[in-house]
Structures are given as structure tokens and as C-alpha cells.
């Protein structure tokens, strides 16, 4: 089983600053690109990454983040994944434009970029609801998602490399599959012979919903991402691979295709709540029936990490349509997400039967339970 252990906000403008010079004085030294890759696929050791999402969302917690990229600065990590949601929501936004950056501006973008890039360790990001879809539901000035999708694949995902000062060498979707040559940020790499894989889904439904051409590229997107979801399967069995970690923004709603013992001992403990007699649909079933289908004759650890619903938990969500039982050897962890400031740390180490270790790390300065009280 996969084991756990429990372990006044900068000025904005130069915070921004603060990150943008210090990405553009590495660019300009070459400390950028001549730098590190990943270690070899055969060189099976134990090594350490990390996980955080969803943040930074609002001015108040862009000094927490920055406090828990201080701590992953502090430490020599492989990489970090960052499972997307690094902007607010435009809803809460609009509601109090003081409170944070602007979604889908530039400048946000700049500023996110900046932090990514001044992590001292290789640094990934998959995309989230919030960095580009959920920007249609902008009231008071008009912005195209389409276009901020375009945005964000541009600056975010050079080509065959991480973020990061220490950069790490990635394969995207777009080099290896001229049928999905838009898909630059479907990233894949190996380290300590396990294979990782982002793949681009997202929160708010997918992005089902929203009009006729958004829900063209969800459906363009979903054929890309079941692609790549085979095609990390199907790599892995071939490289005989320690294991596989699979990297999403959204909570895709295991709970939604449970069978129905499992799913009534779920909601047992909600007093008055009984589990719904008829589920209803999901843009996530398709990713749930596809996983589902090839765990069923993987044997090797894998691990599905995601944000989107900001609860931290780790758990056996995944079911076998032949057994109705949990998969032992699929773990899901959700990291910490906005107003929660943390990161998980996941120690992989051939040496243990399960091969991953996941031991969330609580950010001292980051606990409002345990901060000093104010004085009168």
C-alpha cells in the first residue's frame, strides 16, 4: 500500500519583476538550455519529485507560493509537476478585480512563466481549466479561450525541454504524432526507469458545454489525449518499465462509475445523503473506460496525479470491470490546492515493493492554523 507521512503578501509588481529578470538574466548567461537532462530510462535508482496545482490563484497567496517554491528550490528534486490552475478563477475574479492578477491577461501569463522558470529544478506543467477554457466565462471584457490556449502552448512549452533552470529533455505529442501536431504540451519522459506522461484534461467538465466550437476541441482533444494515454501504455510494456505516472489537471470522477457497494459505503458516512440511483454522464467517462481497460493486464505500479478539486488525498479509485474490485496497483493522489498552499513530495524507489512513496509536506509559514495571533 502506499504509504504517507504527515509532515504580509509581496508587492506585485516587483514580484513580477523579481521572477521575469531573473528567467531573463538565465536565458541570457545560456544557464537555460545548457543545462542537465533527465537521467537515463535504465539507470533504475531512487529519486525524489514533486507535486503541486492550483496556485498561485489571488494576491494573498502568491507569497505562500512562493514560500513553497523556495522549499522545492531548497531541495534536489528530479522535477516538479505542476498539474495546472496557476491563475484565478474569472468568476471570483470579477467579483473583487483587486484581489489577484488578471486572468488571461499578458502579464499574468509573463508572471507565471517567471516563477516556473526560476525553479532551480526541471520544472513540467499541464494545463488547467482555469489558464485558458474557463477564461469564456469572462464578463467584463472579451477574451478568446482558443487564443489563450494558443498563448499558453506557446510560451510554456518549448520544444523537446522542461521549464526551469535545470532543464530535463521531454518528447511531446506534437513531435512524435503528425496527427496531433497541435498538442505540444502532451508530454512524455523517462527517469530511473519509469515512465511520466502529461495529458491535457481539464476541469469545468473538459470543456464540454460551451458552444460549438469549444466543444470541437474537447472532442479534437480527447482523441489526442486516448492516443497518448495508449500510447504510455503500450511504451511502457514494450521498455518493461519500473512503473507509470500519469499527470492530469482534473478530477475525472472515479466515484461516478463505482460499483454500487463501494459507492454506497462512500457516501454512508454523509448523514442524510444516499448515492444517486442513476449517475449522469461525464466528458471523463471515455478516460475512465480506456484506463480502466489497460490496467487490466498492466501489472506494474502506476500512479494518476491531478489538482482541480483541491482536496489532498491518495487512494485505490480505480475499478476492474472483470473483478469489481479497486486495480492494487493504480493509486490516485490529488495535491493541495488554492487556499491550501502545500506541495506532495513522491519518493520513487525500486527498492520498495509499491515503488512510490507519497509523503505531503505542510508549509509551515503556509498554516493558518499555527500562525501566530494577530496583536490587539
Known amino acids: 500500500m502506499t504509504k504517507t507521512t504527515a509532515p504580509a503578501s509581496p508587492e506585485p509588481q516587483a514580484d513580477r519583476r523579481r521572477f521575469v529578470a531573473g528567467a531573463a538574466s538565465l536565458l541570457s548567461t545560456g544557464s537555460l538550455t545548457a543545462c542537465a537532462t533527465a537521467p537515463a530510462a535504465d539507470s533504475r535508482r531512487r529519486f525524489e519529485f514533486a507535486l503541486i496545482g492550483d496556485m498561485p490563484y489571488n494576491r494573498a497567496q502568491e ?20 498539474v495546472g490552475d496557476f491563475q484565478f478563477d474569472p468568476r471570483p475574479y470579477e467579483r473583487n478585480p483587486a484581489s489577484s492578477r488578471p486572468p488571461g491577461d499578458d502579464a499574468t501569463y509573463d508572471y507565471v512563466l517567471g516563477t516556473f522558470n526560476a525553479s532551480k529544478n526541471p520544472l513540467v506543467v499541464t494545463p488547467g481549466d482555469n489558464d485558458w477554457a474557463d477564461l469564456v466565462e469572462l464578463q467584463t471584457r472579451k477574451v478568446d479561450p482558443l487564443d489563450r490556449l494558443n498563448k499558453v502552448r506557446s510560451m510554456f512549452y518549448p520544444k523537446g525541454s522542461s521549464l526551469g533552470q535545470r532543464r530535463m529533455a521531454v518528447t511531446s505529442q506534437a513531435d512524435v504524432d503528425p496527427a496531433h501536431a497541435a498538442f505540444r504540451e502532451n508530454l512524455s519522459w523517462s527517469i530511473g526507469g519509469v515512465d511520466f506522461v502529461t495529458l491535457h484534461i481539464i476541469g469545468s467538465n473538459d470543456n464540454m458545454g460551451r458552444g460549438p466550437a469549444l466543444e470541437a476541441e474537447q472532442k479534437q482533444r480527447k482523441v489526442a489525449n486516448l492516443d497518448w494515454l495508449k500510447r504510455a501504455f503500450a511504451q511502457a510494456r514494450e521498455r518493461k518499465s519500473l512503473g507509470l505516472v500519469l499527470i492530469i489537471h482534473a ?7 463505482w460499483p454500487a457497494s463501494y459507492l454506497g459505503r462512500y457516501y454512508r458516512p454523509l448523514g442524510g445523503v444516499k448515492a444517486p440511483a442513476k449517475v449522469e454522464p461525464t466528458a471523463y467517462d471515455d478516460y475512465l473506460r480506456a484506463l480502466a481497460a489497460e490496467m487490466e493486464d498492466y501489472t506494474a505500479p502506476t500512479l494518476l496525479l491531478h489538482g482541480d478539486t483541491h482536496l489532498f ?64
Open 63 to 82: 507569497a505562500e507560493y512562493d514560500r513553497v517554491m523556495q522549499e522545492l528550490n531548497a531541495r534536489e528534486l528530479a522535477f516538479v509537476a505542476h
Open 251 to 257: 478530477n475525472i470522477g472515479f466515484e461516478n462509475v
Open 313 to 376: 488525498r491518495i487512494d485505490k479509485p480505480l475499478f476492474s470491470a472483470r473483478t469489481q474490485r479497486p486495480f492494487e496497483n493504480f493509486t490516485r493522489v490529488e495535491t493541495f490546492g488554492w487556499p491550501d498552499t502545500h506541495w506532495v513530495n513522491i519518493a520513487v524507489d525500486p527498492a520498495q515493493p509499491q515503488l512510490f512513496t507519497v509523503n505531503p509536506r505542510m508549509v509551515p509559514g503556509n498554516n493558518p492554523n499555527r500562525r501566530a495571533a494577530k496583536p490587539d
